[in-house]
């Protein structure tokens, strides 16, 4: 079997097919059923939360079912009204009215279909992600300060601030029948997943938000409490549309408004159904990848529907596309199928439905509102350092209004990008040894000329002078500033070193011209390094002693003199290897070490791989200190639960990735040539027991997949393994997936959707990644080139 693309292989294989209708409409039948029993509820919680007819959430829910669920571009996405709209329209309500609110939405739609005309749909995902996540988190802070004076038995007002201010006066008039039923639903809803034992797994099968409202409407009807219900009028005085009436450029900015925030909360949830599925699932029953543009377009049908209609805003629900996912649907069946039982429940169950207590209703949306403040998405802005962008887009969110908070978040994003690169340190130091050390720490443009000229002029005519570079760019004023000093520093007897980060020497004084500031070079560069591995490569330094430089020949000199017995003891080289790190390394690591040291440690993968000295995980993975809980052991294997082992590191070290550093995602890397691998091909039955083969003996399961003629062979960017060991290296990596799927933390936060499992194979020989997407018999061996694209 040929390895294809993803979007060839989706093509080809899509759940889709007219083969199989029948044998799909089961599966996509129970998911609709499951996604309209969380549907239902946050469908009139949202219309609550806006201020509209409760009715609109249930038209919004069953049209983005039923005509976004038929035209739109990613099958297994279910929308419908979601809490990223909710402020947007309750402001737009409270302004302009509901029937206005309701034109808005038409034009939104109509804008959407002209940005899905235009192709225009991957440009929306070019939004910083922490100003995406700022949004919805301010979007979720505002929903839960309104909905907590419903709890509570009030009346919310009309912005954050004011709802904060009214709280003092709210607690001091606690109506106890609201806050109970509240307190309640919340019960319910946050501990529904965890009942324990076989009832438990039994009842978890019903939606968590379905059994909080439900319990709370049974305990307030048998109670007989007075509280404010759901009041579905009759259908005959829904309110329709009416032509828009406001200040025009109001008007504009309630539709882009709109558009913007709907558009890129489709989007990401598109992108996210992807991801879940591809995790989840294999090539063989995967329906075919998201068409970002026909998604936007079918965003924008259902938003001209629903407005017409008298519908909430219309945008895809990752909560519900989740469910929808993890109910096993198959295709866009079970998203319009989801639309048709809203439409029934609206038309059937009205007496029902006006039974629901609003108190429960709006502690249903104030979780899901507190929920959309992610601690994930707070660990991955914080390491990346983008807090900025997430704490002032919140604040200005909260404060002014989603699209004044989306507007200061970009500028904030902006000004963030312009301070790193403009941002450059340059300082001088005199070691003990007389030598002036520079180091310039970021990109060398025109705006650090002045700095850099000022400490060049500080150092001594006479003196030895050491420039070390760290940064990526040199534009062409500050080549000319360096290379100027140089000439003059050596014109007077000085003399110099330019060097990398690592202290490695990248260029020397000369008359050789090396590369110039287009191409990320040094004054008078002598050759390219390949920081930071320029140290390591020394081991493999063949050239002539007279072709080395002095300040070589003297320090090499001085370590065989220093260490001449410990070095025929191989001891010299750790110890030279120490004593270069002390000198070049720590310098530069020693601030970061110390904040991990402060701050603990905070990977975000769990990177198992083989014990091989060939592979360096943090040269292969571009990472640094704190980026990956790594794991090595000889054949990269992952003994599976229950196993016959005397060795429970493994499972103790995934065990506490998972669980206690809650990793995001945990690949297995294999590689060419393995040893172990060999090893199991070349073994003979009856041979003495030793440690080494009874921790192969975890290996065997690979070794009886390769052999299996129900699984197909790998291909390795189109062609087929060199050789059985590499059909068996490629084969253990699948075959290790399979057992960390056994382990119960992995299957946990897999069912939960917040881990990835990633295959990973290295050709030593041809110092190549390919990242492996397995399926149940078929590899698709994806290789990557040096900047990262798809090949």
Not at 84 to 104: D, F, K, P, S
Not at 108 to 119: I, M, N, S, T
Not at 298 to 315: D, E, F, K, R, Y
Not at 376 to 390: D, K, Q
Request: proline share 6%; charged share 15%.
């Amino acid at each position: 079997m040929t390895a294809t693309s993803p979007d060839t292989a989706s093509g080809v294989r899509t759940a889709t097919s007219p083969t199989r209708p029948r044998k799909d409409l089961p599966a996509d039948l129970s998911a609709s059923v499951a996604v309209f029993l969380i549907a239902l509820p946050l469908s009139l919680g949202i219309a609550l939360a806006t201020g509209a007819p409760l009715q609109a959430g249930l038209v919004a829910a069953a049209v983005g079912g039923i005509v976004a669920g038929r035209l739109g571009g990613a099958p297994l996405q279910v929308s419908g009204p979601a809490a990223g709209l909710t402020v947007v329209t309750a402001e737009l309500i409270q302004r302009y009215g509901w029937r206005t609110t309701c034109a808005i939405t038409v034009l939104a739609g109509v804008c959407q279909l002209a940005l899905a005309a235009l192709r225009t749909a991957r440009s929306a995902l070019m939004v910083s992600p922490a100003i995406v996540h700022g949004m919805l988190a301010g979007i979720g802070v505002t929903i839960a300060l309104a909905q907590l004076h419903i709890v509570l038995g009030g009346t919310p007002q009309s912005s954050a601030v004011a709802n904060v201010k009214g709280l003092p006066a709210q607690l001091a008039d606690l109506h106890p029948a609201s806050l109970g039923i509240s307190l309640l639903t919340m019960l319910v809803l946050l501990g529904w997943t965890r009942l324990p034992g076989k009832p438990g797994r039994a009842l978890r099968k019903v939606p968590a938000a379905l059994a909080a409202v439900t319990a709370a409407t049974t305990v307030a009807a048998l109670a007989g409490l007075t509280l404010p219900r759901v009041d579905l009028p009759s259908w005959r005085s829904h309110a329709l549309p009416e032509l828009p009436q406001g200040p025009v450029l109001g008007l504009i900015a309630a539709v882009l408004t709109i558009t913007l925030v709907g558009s890129v909360e489709s989007l990401l949830s598109a992108v996210a159904t992807d991801k879940l599925i591809a995790s989840e699932r294999g090539t063989e029953n995967r329906p075919p990848r998201a068409d970002l543009d026909r998604e936007l377009r079918g965003q924008g049908a259902a938003n001209i529907v629903s407005g017409a209609l008298g519908g909430l805003p219309v945008t895809g629900v990752a909560v519900r596309s989740v469910a929808n996912v993890k109910s096993g649907a198959v295709t866009r069946r079970s998203s319009m199928l989801h639309g048709f039982w809203v439409l029934l429940a609206a038309g059937l169950f009205v007496p029902v439905l006006d039974l629901i207590p609003l108190a429960a209703l709006a502690a249903l949306v104030m979780a899901v509102g507190v929920q959309m403040v992610s601690i994930t998405h707070l660990r991955n802005v914080t390491r990346h350092r983008e807090i900025l962008v997430y704490g002032a887009t919140i604040v200005a969110v909260v404060l002014g209004g989603v699209l004044e908070g989306v507007a200061i978040g970009i500028a904030v994003a902006v000004a963030v990008a312009l301070h790193r690169v403009a941002r450059t340190r340059i300082t001088l130091e005199e070691l003990d040894s007389g030598v002036h050390l520079v180091c310039a720490r970021g990109q060398l443009t025109f705006l650090a000329v002045p700095r850099l000229s000022r400490v060049l002029n500080q150092i001594p005519a006479y003196g030895h002078a050491v420039v070390e570079l760290d940064g990526s760019f040199m534009d062409h004023a500050a080549y000319e500033t360096l290379q100027d000093w140089q000439d003059s520093h050596l014109a007077h007897g000085g003399s110099l070193e330019v060097t990398g980060r690592s202290g490695a020497r990248i260029s020397e004084a000369g008359p050789e011209s090396g590369p110039g500031p287009d191409h990320g070079g040094s004054p008078r560069a002598a050759h390219h390094c390949c920081r930071p591995w320029t140290p390591w490569q020394n081991h493999c330094d063949h050239r002539p002693t007279g072709a080395r430089t002095a300040s070589e020949a003297e320090r090499t000199a001085f370590e065989e003199a220093a260490a001449p017995a410990s070095r025929k003891r191989g001891a010299g080289q750790l110890a030279s290897g120490i004593s270069a790190f002390q000198r070049d390394t720590a310098p530069r690591v020693r601030e970061e070490l110390a904040r991990l040291a402060r701050e603990g440690q905070r990977p975000s993968q769990l990177f198992l791989t083989c014990a091989d000295s060939r592979l360096v995980t943090s040269m292969i993975t571009a990472s640094g200190p704190g980026d990956l809980f790594t794991v090595r052991n000889v054949g990269n294997l992952v003994p599976p639960p229950g196993a016959e082992s005397t060795d429970d590191s493994v499972a103790a070290a995934i065990e506490y990735a998972v669980d206690v550093l809650k990793v995001d995602s945990i690949t297995v890397c294999g590689h060419s040539g393995c040893g172990a691998m060999q090893a199991l091909l070349s073994s003979v039955p009856g041979a003495p027991v030793t440690p080494l083969r009874r921790w192969l003996r975890h290996g065997l399961p690979s070794l009886e997949r390769m052999a299996s003629r129900h699984h197909a062979w790998a291909r390795i960017s189109g062609r087929l393994p060199a050789d059985a060991v590499e059909q068996l290296c490629l084969t253990n990596v699948v075959q290790q997936l399979e057992h960390l799927r056994a382990h119960e933390s992995v299957a946990r936060r897999l069912a939960e959707g917040t881990l990835e499992l990633h295959g990973m194979y290295f050709h030593v020989g041809e110092a190549q990644a390919y990242l492996l997407s397995a399926g149940e018999d078929f590899f698709d061996c994806r290789v990557f080139d040096s900047v990262g694209q798809h090949v």
